[in-house]
Nanobody
Framework: VQLQASGGGSVQAGASLRLSCAAS????????IGWFRQVPGKDTEFVAN????????RYADSVKGRFTVSRDNAQNMAYLQMNSLKPEDTAIYYC???????????????WGQGTQVTVSS
């Protein structure tokens, strides 16, 4: 499975961004998509995940109510809509694919390259 995240950028606090994750390869073997983020020098943080049919989602408390994860299986795409962005959301965002609905990064077998999100106050 190959993943490519895109859509990051630099925005002001309160703005919105939508990240995209394009998947290719044997996506059926790792149907759960997770979003994680990392600030240099800190641990990778779970953000959200979504199961294979999109009916089950989970969010970190820090983004609940502001971020929405979705997917379009016909296009092999997943999305992370980020609203009401805060400076503390600044990080490199990664999408990952796995077979377990989990917030633990080690359960995700495949990772895309990150996309930088910078939120200024």
């Amino acid at each position: 499975v190959q993943l490519q995240a895109s859509g990051g950028g630099s925005v002001q606090a309160g703005a919105s961004l939508r990240l995209s994750c394009a998947a290719s390869g044997r996506t059926s073997s790792s149907p759960v998509i997770g979003w994680f983020r990392q600030v240099p020098g800190k641990d990778t943080e779970f953000v959200a995940n979504i199961n294979w049919n999109g009916r089950s989602t989970r969010y970190a408390d820090s983004v609940k109510g502001r971020f929405t994860v979705s997917r379009d299986n016909a296009q092999n795409m997943a999305y992370l809509q980020m609203n009401s962005l805060k400076p503390e959301d600044t990080a490199i965002y990664y999408c990952a694919a796995g077979s377990l609905i989990s917030g633990v990064k080690s359960t995700y077998e495949y990772w895309g390259q990150g996309t930088q999100v910078t939120v200024s106050s």
